[in-house]
């Protein structure tokens, strides 16, 4: 009769597994929800793993049970200035790159704390400079462009860019 051996696998090996399987079987954007809480008032979004607090809204859309309603305020570059009060600010670009997140649908980003986000170009603190090709640091919500560059006129000069949404920042 033939006796069988058992192969003894250390125990934090299973835990290892039981982890790595656990996470691979989650549901895509379940890591996101457990990222994510809301302010008690619901108005802003904190991000546990940057630190930041997002309005859920952006600029111009108003929370109405639990949804974005209105239309959002596309600013020129000019006006941005003005939204920079009571310490909201406008995002860096790799901040507000942060709320993307393969969803499979556009716009990118969270629906369940950013609700009725347009499907546009925001602006970010970095398009104030413009890389050695022209163009600005602004983030697509709807693809994965972060910068748009402005359109050239055939007698070469340089057209201001578009307007664009805004989601503001603060510092937790």
């Known amino acids: 009769?033939?006796?069988?051996?058992?192969?003894?696998?250390?125990?934090?090996?299973?835990?290892?597994?039981?982890?790595?399987?656990?996470?691979?079987?989650?549901?895509?954007?379940?890591?996101?929800?457990?990222?994510y809480t809301l302010t008690a008032d619901g108005t802003?979004?904190?991000?546990?793993?940057?630190?930041?607090?997002?309005?859920?809204?952006?600029?111009?859309?108003?929370?109405?049970?639990?949804?974005?309603?209105?239309?959002?305020?596309?600013?020129?570059w000019s006006d941005i200035e003005q939204l920079n009060q009571q310490g909201w600010r406008l995002p860096t670009a790799a901040e507000l790159k942060t709320l993307k997140e393969d969803t499979g649908v556009a716009p990118p980003i969270n629906r369940e704390f950013f609700p009725n986000t347009d499907r546009a170009w925001f602006w970010s603190s970095s398009a104030g400079k413009r890389d050695d090709s022209g163009c600005v640091q602004n983030v697509y919500f709807g693809d994965n462009v972060d910068r748009r560059c402005p359109t050239i006129r055939s007698d070469g000069d340089q057209l201001a860019l578009p307007p664009a949404f805004v989601r503001l920042v603060r510092q937790s």
């Open 1 to 35: 009769m033939k006796t069988l051996k058992t192969c003894k696998f250390p125990v934090h090996l299973y835990l290892g597994l039981a982890v790595i399987t656990a996470s691979l079987a989650a549901p895509a954007g379940a890591t996101q929800l457990a990222r």
């Open 44 to 76: 802003a979004v904190v991000d546990g793993k940057t630190g930041l607090i997002w309005k859920r809204c952006e600029e111009g859309k108003t929370l109405e049970s639990g949804a974005c309603k209105g239309l959002g305020i596309r600013y020129t």
